[in-house]
């Protein structure tokens, strides 16, 4: 064990497969279809957020009221992380407590972009005043507080009185990866000795879907298990609503408290770039993270085309009898939370001794407990993140 060894003491799920670890466990391990909304974006389908009670993490509802989706999913998730790490409540812990969060902006109001084009395209040439008006008249003045980053954090401090040191990163998959990364990180040379880290992301929202399939990402259709997504149509990748957070501690901060630990955490090897060199950076990670020996994979792959390609590629050459478990077939593609939740999962299989079901019929049945499972990332358009979760009594 290394002098200051990483783990997870706290777990906080909502995705489409229900709130909380032991239904999201339940769904990745009793063979249950995935929960699908094909209708309400069509021809787009979503996994869609479950029914969710706020006021069991969000008690006032003021606070409920000022938050978007999104926030509200993380600030929720949030709160389960922190019950579940025995933390919440305890201000002498939260006080003291390192909060680092993967976010993008807010969610457009999509009735006032709607009134702005219309009164556009009826003709109205004085564009610039036209805006003005509707800032003055449609637009609430906290919409403007409502978009930034870093209120997802703001509010998980508000409600649950996280008031340590605070970092919000930006820039989709790549933002949750840097964030893990570097929770782990000052958690591993003394810096730090426990954090709150994850992302929340409401794939039910016009905007949202815009991003995607601007670049053409977006599957279409009938929903598909992302290995066969490419004989479908478009472009791949199943957006789905959820929160995801994880109490990451110093394992001796962690015994001093007898927390219940579930698994431990190694480094978190990142990169990105040109997508000529992708395979040759997926291989210096996988070296660099030592994956190879691990038991199983945990994919946090978006199902978009040609990065699915790139990271099949990766599993057939080094892992081709290892099982992979693609959980974007359960929850669809979370964005920023998609690597927490990879994490997440790994460490619920470690801490419960069993593997994740296989989650469509071409991933392979595994065996017995795992002892090391491999997570690996790819972001739907750049960045890759690989770790490795692990028993308590394999900490790297």
Known sequence: MVAHSAVITGI???????????????????????????????????????????????????????????????????????????????????????????????????????????????????????INEKLTTELRPTLFLAQLSNLLAGNISIVHKVTGSSRTFMGEEGAAMSAVQTAVARIRAGQSTHALVGAAFNAEHPDMLLGYEMNRHLARGPWKPVAERASGEGGGLVAGSGGVFLVIEEARHAAARGAAVHAAIGPVTVDAGDAEATPSRLERLANETGLDDADMIVSANSGALARNAAEAALAAARWPERPVRAIANKTGHLREAQFPLAIAVAALSIAKGRPVAPLEAAEASAGGPPGTIGVVALGHQVAEAMVRISTPEQAR
Do not use: C
């Not at 489409?16 to 279809?33: F, K, P, R």
């Not at 979503?46 to 006021?55: L, Q």
């Open 12 to 130: 906080g799920i909502v995705t489409a497969m229900g709130v909380g670890v032991e239904a999201n466990w339940q769904a990745l391990t009793d063979g249950s279809a995935p929960v699908v909304d094909a209708d309400r974006f069509a021809p787009y389908p979503v996994h869609p957020a479950p029914e969710i009670d706020w006021s069991e993490q969000i008690p006032k509802r003021g606070d409920q009221r000022q938050m978007e989706a999104w926030q509200r999913l993380g600030t929720y998730a949030a709160g389960l992380a922190l019950d579940d790490a025995g933390i919440k409540g305890d201000e002498a812990l939260t006080g003291t407590m390192d909060m680092i969060v993967a976010a993008a902006g807010g969610e457009r109001d999509v009735a006032v972009d709607a009134m702005i084009l219309a009164e556009a395209a009826a003709g109205r040439n004085d564009i610039g005043v036209l």
